[in-house]
């Protein structure tokens, strides 16, 4: 299935030789001052050869990026790239795809084009990066937003990035990288999860000499007892897409109180790199529901780190990952940390790996000493449709309270129930399309908690596509 074609924006020339030493601009932040006097030494000249670029490629944003901007440049000075000997984060997931190529970065300007269609009135736009428009009565760009309760939130929650630990250089590439921010800001009481805020992200390649990198960014701020409802879509322009590096963040506060539902579609080119990380802050009676379907992408991997701040909050997430070409990577980090009490959460993920494709899950809930009555649950299921697939999963739960209800599993198969097949056969249902059937609706349970028929609609007809191709994938590898 095919994206609508847009025109891409003009790109600027591949990297060059790098030079000697990392030139950050100097920030008006500040902290900047002391930041230099504490850099440490230069350590990696790939990281810091993409950082200048980045930083280069920015020449005006908000002055409320700079906290950000500036302890993400300080610590991308000392951030080695990883490799799987080297990280154990990345212990089952091969990047080298994203050193392939030079990377090459977006010009400066907007590309004048038309959004592509919405279903929602509230709609945004990125172009490889750019904003190129942000419509609904809730949502403006950073830069644009007035002196007031939306601008004072913003701030804090960008200042407050700067100090996040849990990060890795694709969070820091994105900080130095952003050109802009679209800010998601829903005052107290407000409820508007009836008319859902869709973020569309299209991306393009520059030719086939280079890998276009666009570091879209964006806030969602739910305020005290309000509702809002989020869906990112994440999609390569034209009929084939091309070769590009989406490398996006998502930071999501949540009030005491609030409710976000968040919806993230990734059907990217099959040549695409899609590195992507969504933050997550929970305060007290809180409730985020997070439903995932990423299918495209030959290199795809997702951070999802979500931070409990006060007691009783609700965390639902699920995720479906699909490998259907051969050789394709998709990598799912989440972490859920649970620090007060009574919580519910559940996590369910779901992969499909057919011909080579490569699956990986590392989910870890940590219950601290003070999360007690916690009720946490964890799950995942694997299909694996061909011998030459590859699934490597950890769910794991780390639980220091004593007072607690968590479960764990995973199920990892190489086929689907015979007493499930046997059921339609019985019926003179033949296996080819009992087969079809089962897998469809092994994904379908996850796209048909995405709350919005037309998104739900659209994701579940390219499942059906791509399962249908996949398995002339899963021949071709058997032959090869």
Not at 207 to 227: F, Q, T, Y
Not at 344 to 363: E, P, V, Y
Not at 367 to 385: M, S
Not at 409 to 430: C, K, M, T, W
């Amino acid at each position: 299935m095919s994206s609508p074609p847009l025109c891409a924006a003009s790109c600027s020339t591949a990297l060059r030789a790098p030079p000697p030493l990392l030139r950050f601009r100097r920030s008006t932040a500040p902290a900047s001052a002391s930041l230099a006097r504490a850099a440490p030494a230069v350590s990696d000249d790939l990281v810091l050869r993409i950082a200048e670029q980045l930083e280069d490629s920015v020449t005006s944003s908000s002055p409320l990026l700079d906290p950000l901007r500036s302890a993400s440049a300080l610590s991308l000075l000392s951030t080695p790239w990883p490799t799987r000997r080297s990280s154990e984060a990345f212990r089952f997931t091969d990047i080298s795809y994203l050193r392939s190529f030079p990377i090459s970065l977006p010009a400066s300007r907007a590309p004048d084009l038309a959004p592509p269609a919405s279903p929602s009135p509230s709609h945004v736009l990125f172009s490889d990066g750019i904003l190129v428009s942000a419509s609904g009565a809730h949502v403006s760009a950073l830069a644009d937003l007035p002196p007031g309760r939306a601008r004072d939130r913003a701030a804090a929650a960008l200042a407050a990035s700067a100090e996040f630990t849990h990060k890795d250089l694709f969070y820091d590439f994105n900080a130095v990288g952003a050109r802009d921010v679209v800010v998601v800001h829903v005052p107290e009481g407000v409820k508007v999860t009836d008319d859902p805020v869709h973020i569309m992200f299209t991306y393009t390649n520059c030719g086939a000499e280079s890998m276009l990198m666009s570091n879209p960014r964006i806030l969602v701020v739910a305020e005290k007892e309000a509702e809002v409802a989020i869906v990112e879509e994440h999609f390569g322009a034209g009929e084939d897409g091309g070769c590009y590096w989406a490398n996006p963040v998502a930071e999501i506060i949540v009030d005491a109180g609030a409710r976000v539902v968040h919806s993230y579609v990734q059907r990217q080119s099959f040549a695409a790199a899609h590195t992507k990380w969504t933050v997550v802050q929970q305060d007290s009676s809180s409730k985020y529901e997070f439903v995932e379907v990423s299918t495209g992408a030959k290199l795809n991997r997702h951070n999802l780190h979500i931070q409990q701040l006060g007691p009783e909050t609700e965390t639902e997430l699920s995720t479906l990952h699909l490998t259907s070409q051969n050789k394709q990577i998709h990598d799912l980090h989440s972490k859920l940390i649970l620090d007060h009490p009574r919580t519910f959460s559940r996590q369910l993920h779901k992969c499909i790996a057919c011909g080579t494709g490569n699956s990986i899950f590392d989910g870890n809930i940590k219950v601290n000493r003070y999360a007690q009555q916690t009720d946490a649950g964890q799950e995942t299921k694997c299909l694996v449709l061909s011998p030459k697939a590859l699934v490597n999963v950890k769910p794991n739960l780390q639980i220091i309270a004593d007072d607690v209800k968590c479960t764990h599993g995973a199920a990892i198969s190489g086929e689907l129930d015979p007493n499930e097949l046997f059921y339609f056969q019985a019926r003179g249902i033949n296996a080819k399309t009992a087969t079809d059937a089962l897998l469809y609706f092994f994904g379908a349970h996850v796209i048909k908690r995405i709350p919005f028929k037309p998104i739900n609609e659209k994701a579940l007809a390219q499942f059906k596509e791509l399962l249908a191709s996949s398995r002339q994938t899963t021949d071709e590898a058997l032959l090869s």
